[in-house]
T-cell receptor
């Protein structure tokens, strides 16, 4: 599985746009890029997934350049409630541990702190 | 829908004791997973199951056993607990997605302390 590198922490203020970049130089052809969000004392929650170019949903956008060696999660106009840890994951349908499903490897993530 | 639920929420064990963590999901998902999360770390996969009656090892399976007797339940067992197993345990489930990586739905976690 491709190794990912993210900043350990980021600070922002309410109303700002936040961009969190993830590096994955060894991404494979079949790998997808997925982002999860985790609040304290809760399990992670899926935010967005993409393969190339740009993906947008109601909460975030994901930008993936042509070489796919990095990706950027963009959170528009953050609020205090967006304070959480954000994980970037790269993997495909055939997980490292075999089987017919995609195993996910969570790194340490990026701790985003939003201030008033 | 309750989603993914975990029982118990908290537990304190003494070294050498055994216990079983229960995960239940009501989304009819085929796949289920057990992760552990240690302070400052991401989640690490312990065991997973791709269907009723099947289990497989993940990244850190030693010291744990699992069973998937019913599709909706996935049990994680510690036969002889050790302090190194002090952690927060998360269960997750997913439905196989064609052409992409499954979205996993996580439970609220079980905080286990082994003294």
């Amino acid at each position: 599985l491709a190794k990912t590198t993210q900043p350990i922490s980021m600070d922002s203020y309410e109303g700002q746009e936040v961009n969190i970049t993830c590096s994955h130089n060894n991404i494979a052809t079949n790998d997808y890029i997925t982002w999860y969000q985790q609040f304290p004392s809760q399990g992670p929650r899926f935010i967005i997934q993409g393969y190339k170019t740009k993906v947008t949903n109601e909460v975030a956008s994901l930008f993936i350049p042509a070489d796919r060696k990095s990706s950027t999660l963009s959170l528009p106009r953050v609020s205090l409630s967006d304070t959480a840890v954000y994980y970037c994951l790269v993997g495909d349908m055939k997980g490292e541990y075999g089987g017919s499903q995609g195993n996910l490897i969570f790194g340490k993530g990026t701790k985003l702190s939003v201030k008033p | 829908n309750a989603g993914v639920t975990q029982t118990p929420k908290f537990r304190v064990l003494k070294t050498g004791q055994s216990m079983t963590l229960l995960c239940a999901q009501d989304m009819n998902h085929e796949y289920m997973y057990w992760y552990r999360q240690d302070p400052g770390m991401g989640l690490r996969l312990i065991h997973y199951s791709v269907g009723e009656g099947t289990t497989a090892k993940g990244e850190v399976p030693d010291g744990y056993n699992v069973s998937r007797l019913k599709k909706q339940n996935f049990l994680l067992g510690l036969e002889s607990a050790a302090p190194s197993q002090t952690s927060v345990y998360f269960c997750a489930s997913s439905y196989p997605t064609s052409g992409a990586v499954d979205e996993q739905f996580f439970g609220p976690g079980t905080r286990l302390t082994v003294l």
